[in-house]
T-cell receptor, first 116, second 113 residues
Framework: NAGVMQNPRHLVRRRGQEARLRCSPMKGHSHVYWYRQLPEEGLKFMVY????????ESGMPKERFSAEFPKEGPSILRIQQVVRGDSAAYFCASPPQGRESTDTQYFGPGTRLTVL | GESVGLHLPTLSVQEGDNSIINCAYSNSASDYFIWYKQESGKGPQFIID?????DKRQGQRVTVLLNKTVKHLSLQIAATQPGDSAVYFC????????????FGQGTILTVHP
């Protein structure tokens, strides 16, 4: 997990509020994958971004969810008007340093979102 | 649709025993597989990976076996230790040029001292 940074680690929101989750990939890498993990389940792919581009967002809910990876700064996963069903752990991943292939992914510590 | 599943949701072993965690996958186009370990409250930790042109790969105390004929993957942990207690996930990359992974449900490994 070393090198992939996520914040905040824990986030509490009330229904209807917005949640912003941030991820910085491994140093030198411009690829970020976001996954969601519901309690007692495996991780589910949400979106894959490269700097300033969304490559694959096939796992993103059609409404309320968006992701970006600007030229400067971390990748942001944004959830508008949160509902209780959004409560989950959100992980981002990026390829490790020194690897040309983008297949291998190292994960960050995650953001645990709780919607009250 | 694509799916990756595990045969055993829980596995309990004694310290020092060998552990075997199994995983079945359904996407014949999958060409890359990873095993992850996840401890409570933490992110998945990379353990070992294998590409579809191999059938076996060894790491430190771990071995991954791939049987493409029956679409089966296993993780063997030698001399299991209490610190190995965690949830183990297999993940596959199927049909994409980038690392979009599909995860299985997970196996809970408990190691008794």
């Amino acid at each position: 997990n070393a090198g992939v940074m996520q914040n905040p680690r824990h986030l509490v929101r009330r229904r209807g509020q917005e949640a912003r989750l941030r991820c910085s990939p491994m140093k030198g890498h411009s690829h970020v994958y976001w996954y969601r993990q519901l309690p007692e389940e495996g991780l589910k792919f949400m979106v894959y971004l490269q700097k300033e581009n969304i490559i694959d967002e096939s796992g993103m809910p059609k409404e309320r969810f968006s992701a970006e990876f600007p030229k400067e700064g971390p990748s942001i996963l944004r959830i508008q008007q949160v509902v209780r069903g959004d409560s989950a752990a959100y992980f981002c991943a990026s390829p490790p340093q020194g690897r040309e292939s983008t297949d291998t992914q190292y994960f960050g510590p995650g953001t645990r979102l709780t919607v009250l | 649709g694509e799916s990756v599943g595990l045969h055993l949701p829980t596995l309990s072993v004694q310290e020092g025993d060998n552990s075997i965690i199994n995983c079945a996958y359904s996407n014949s186009a999958s060409d890359y597989f990873i095993w992850y370990k996840q401890e409570s409250g933490k992110g998945p930790q990379f353990i070992i990976d294998i590409r579809s042109n191999m059938d076996k790969r060894q790491g430190q105390r771990v071995t991954v076996l791939l049987n493409k004929t029956v679409k089966h993957l296993s993780l063997q942990i030698a001399a299991t230790q209490p610190g190995d207690s965690a949830v183990y996930f297999c993940a596959e990359k199927g049909g994409t040029s980038y690392g979009k992974l599909t995860f299985g449900q997970g196996t809970i490994l408990t190691v008794h001292p």
